[in-house]
C-alpha cells in the first residue's frame, strides 16, 4: 500500500536540507580525490588495450583521458549520492553513537560497506572480466570514501 502524503512528509519532517547538501558536496570531493589518487596507483590497467572495449564512453571517449565533462558529471552523480548517504545518517543516526565521530565512523561505514561494497565488488567479480586486484582496488577505494567523509558528516552533526 503506497504511503499517503502526510505520511511521506512525516518522513522528512525535520530533515536537515541544507546539512544534506553539503554533505553531498563533501561526499563529491572526497570522492575525486580518492578515485583520483586510486586512478594513478592502478593507471597500468586503465592504458592496457586489452581493456579499453571495458571502459564507458563516457570515460574514455577515446584512447586517451577522460573528457572534462566525465569528471563533472562524476561529481554530480557523487554529490547525488553523498546526499542520498547523508538521508541514510541521518535515519540510522539514533541507533549509533554519534557524540563520538571514530566510533560513528566505524559503524556507519561498516554499514554501508557490508550492504552495499561487498555485494557490489562480488557482483564485479561474477559478471565482468577485470583483474581481480583492480576490483578489490575499487572496493578499498570505496570504503576510504565512506570512512573520511562519515568522519567529517560525524564531525560536523556530533549530536
Not at 557524540?99 to 560497506?113: C, E, G, W, Y
Amino acid at each position: 500500500m503506497a504511503p499517503k502524503t502526510g505520511e511521506i512528509k512525516i518522513a522528512f519532517k525535520g530533515f536537515n536540507w541544507s546539512s544534506a547538501f553539503w554533505a553531498g558536496i563533501a561526499f563529491a570531493v572526497i570522492g575525486q580525490v580518492v578515485r583520483m589518487i586510486g586512478a594513478l596507483l592502478t593507471m597500468s590497467y586503465y592504458l592496457d588495450p586489452a581493456f579499453f572495449g571495458v571502459w564507458s564512453p563516457l570515460m574514455m571517449p577515446s584512447n586517451a583521458a577522460p573528457p572534462v565533462s566525465f569528471f563533472v558529471l562524476s561529481f554530480v552523480v557523487n554529490f547525488g549520492l553523498g546526499a542520498m548517504f547523508f538521508a541514510l545518517f541521518s535515519w540510522v543516526r539514533p541507533v549509533i553513537d554519534t557524540k563520538n565521530p571514530s566510533r560513528a565512523t566505524i559503524s556507519f561505514s561498516s554499514l554501508v560497506f557490508g550492504l552495499s561494497i561487498v555485494p557490489y565488488t562480488a557482483s564485479l567479480l561474477l559478471l565482468i572480466n577485470l583483474p581481480l586486484l583492480l576490483i578489490l582496488e575499487w572496493a578499498v577505494e570505496s570504503l576510504a570514501i565512506f570512512l573520511v567523509w562519515t568522519y567529517v558528516v560525524a564531525r560536523l552533526i556530533k549530536t
